[in-house]
């Protein structure tokens, strides 16, 4: 599924993009990186959907797979992706992402949803 047939329907705007700069991976982002909010991401490339996650922190984690020690299989495909003259695009969703009369976040739900409907490459716990 490509982040525009996610569109249609959906939110997401792009906030970062992972690149190969002088042999070193990196991300140029356009938002406020330290800012603080609920968000599920998507990362692609050529516009096909690789990774779907979520974040209770806000933008840091998304941006910050360069230096992410944990999650290897994103960041090695991010790593190879550049390698191969390919960029990664960051996109997020942050509206609609809470029920405001019962305060509940359905963030976790939303993420394994979209993760059941696309079921991208990177993301290793698809449930079958």
């Given at each position: 599924?490509?982040?525009?047939?996610?569109?249609?329907?959906?939110?997401?705007?792009?906030?970062?993009?992972?690149?190969?700069?002088?042999?070193?991976?990196?991300?140029?982002?356009?938002v406020k990186k330290t800012e603080r909010k609920s968000i599920v991401y998507v990362m692609t490339i050529n516009d096909e959907i690789k990774y779907i996650g979520k974040s209770i922190q806000g933008y840091s984690r998304p941006l910050s797979y360069d230096k992410?020690?944990?999650?290897?299989?994103?960041?090695?495909?991010?790593?190879?992706?550049?390698?191969?003259?390919?960029?990664?695009?960051?996109?997020?969703?942050?509206?609609?992402?809470?029920?405001?009369?019962?305060?509940?976040?359905?963030?976790?739900?939303?993420?394994?949803?979209?993760?059941?409907?696309?079921?991208?490459?990177?993301?290793?716990?698809?449930?079958?």
């Amino acid at each position: 599924m490509t982040i525009q047939e996610l569109n249609n329907n959906t939110k997401f705007y792009k906030i970062g993009i992972y690149r190969l700069i002088d042999n070193n991976l990196k991300c140029e982002y356009f938002v406020k990186k330290t800012e603080r909010k609920s968000i599920v991401y998507v990362m692609t490339i050529n516009d096909e959907i690789k990774y779907i996650g979520k974040s209770i922190q806000g933008y840091s984690r998304p941006l910050s797979y360069d230096k992410n020690k944990v999650m290897v299989k994103v960041r090695n495909g991010i790593k190879l992706a550049c390698k191969n003259n390919q960029s990664v695009d960051v996109y997020a969703r942050s509206e609609n992402l809470s029920m405001e009369f019962e305060k509940l976040n359905i963030i976790e739900a939303y993420e394994q949803a979209l993760i059941q409907l696309v079921r991208p490459e990177w993301n290793s716990h698809i449930q079958k």
